[in-house]
C-alpha cells in the first residue's frame, strides 16, 4: 500500500535511531494504515532545503542532534517551550503547509523522573551543556524550579546556558567538569553528555542509594556509570525512558490520536533485545 502519510527522524548520524521502530510500532497498535515513518540523515546545512521541499503527505519530523537549534529557523511558530529553550526536537506540519516546532523532550524527562519518584524542588546535577541540557533545564522548570548545577567541559557552554535558566526561574550555578567528581549532595544527576564523556567518574565512593541517576544515553547499555550507580542502590533511567516518553507527544501531534504507549514500549525493548 502506498504512504498516504509519511514522518520521519532526521539527523546525523541516524542510522542507529530506534524512533521508526517505536512510531511503526504505534501506527499498527492504532491501526492507521497507510503511514509510514523512516529516518533520513541530514546535516545542520541541508536541513532548510530538505523541509522546503517535502511534499503534503509529510505530517512531522522528529529532530535529533546536530539540528535541534537550526530546526526552530524553519518553522513558523513555536511553542513556548521550544522557544524558551532555543531547541526543538519536533516539527509538525501544520494547515497551510507551515512548521510547528515543539520540544517533547521536556515533557518527556518529567515524566521519567516523576515516575522514579523525584518531587518539586529537587537538587539537579546536570553533566553537560548542549541542547538536552536545554530540555533538563525546562524540566527542572516543571518540576517546581528545582535549583540545577550544570558540569560543563567548555565554559562557553554554561554561558549559553545563563540566560535560558533565567527566563526559566531556575537557579543555575556553573561549574568546571573537575568538581562533578564529587555528586553525593544531589537529589537526581543527569547526563547530557555523549557516550564514554562520564565513564571515569564512576569511580570512589557511590553517591546516596536515593540518587535517581538519568542517562540520555542508550546505547551501548549500561553505561559503565550507569552500571556503577546501579551498584550503589541508586535507580537509574536510560535514554530508552526517554525515547519512548518524548515519543508518545510526538505521535500524538503528527497523528492526532493518543500514542498506544504500551505497544510502542513493547517494541522498542523488543528491538533491543535482538540488538
Known amino acids: 500500500m502506498t504512504s498516504t502519510h509519511r514522518a520521519a527522524v532526521l539527523g546525523k548520524p541516524i542510522a542507529h535511531s530506534l524512533s521508526p521502530v517505536l512510531h511503526n510500532a504505534g501506527y499498527a ?28 503527505e509529510w505530517r512531522g519530523l522528529s529532530v535529533t542532534m546536530p539540528l535541534k537549534e537550526v530546526a526552530l529557523t524553519v518553522a513558523a511558530e513555536a511553542s513556548p517551550a521550544a522557544a524558551a529553550l532555543g531547541v526543538a526536537n519536533t516539527l509538525v506540519r501544520r494547515p497551510g503547509g ?5 520540544n517533547t523532550d521536556v515533557v518527556g524527562m518529567v515524566e521519567v523522573l516523576r515516575g522514579a519518584g523525584i518531587t518539586d524542588g529537587a537538587a539537579i546535577a546536570l553533566l553537560g551543556g548542549g541542547g538536552t541540557a536545554r530540555a533538563a533545564l525546562g524540566a527542572a522548570a516543571r518540576l517546581g524550579g528545582a535549583p540545577v548545577t550544570v558540569f560543563v567541559r567548555r565554559p562557553e557552554a554554561g554561558t549559553d546556558l545563563a540566560p535560558v535558566a533565567a527566563a526559566l526561574g531556575i537557579p543555575l550555578r556553573v561549574a568546571p567538569w573537575s568538581e562533578a567528581a564529587d555528586l553525593s549532595g544531589y537529589d537526581v544527576v543527569i ?47 536510560s535514554g530508552l525512558d526517554l525515547l519512548h516518553a518524548q515519543a508518545l507527544g510526538q505521535f500524538a501531534q503528527f497523528t492526532g490520536v493518543p500514542a498506544p504507549a504500551e505497544a510502542m514500549r513493547e517494541a522498542l525493548d523488543k528491538a533491543i533485545a535482538q540488538g
Open 191 to 237: 547526563s547530557t553528555v555523549p557516550k564514554g564523556a562520564a565513564d571515569h567518574l564512576a569511580a570512589g565512593p557511590h553517591w546516596p542509594a536515593g540518587t535517581v541517576y538519568f542517562d540520555v544515553v542508550y546505547h551501548p547499555w549500561p553505561t559503565p556509570l550507569a552500571a556503577w550507580a546501579a551498584a550503589g542502590g541508586c535507580a537509574v533511567l
Open 29 to 56: 497498535a492504532a491501526g492507521l494504515h497507510g503511514w509510514e515513518y523512516t529516518a533520513i540523515e541530514c546535516a545542520e546545512s541541508e536541513l532548510p532545503g530538505l523541509v522546503a521541499g517535502l511534499g503534503p
Open 98 to 102: 507551515t512548521w510547528f516546532a515543539d
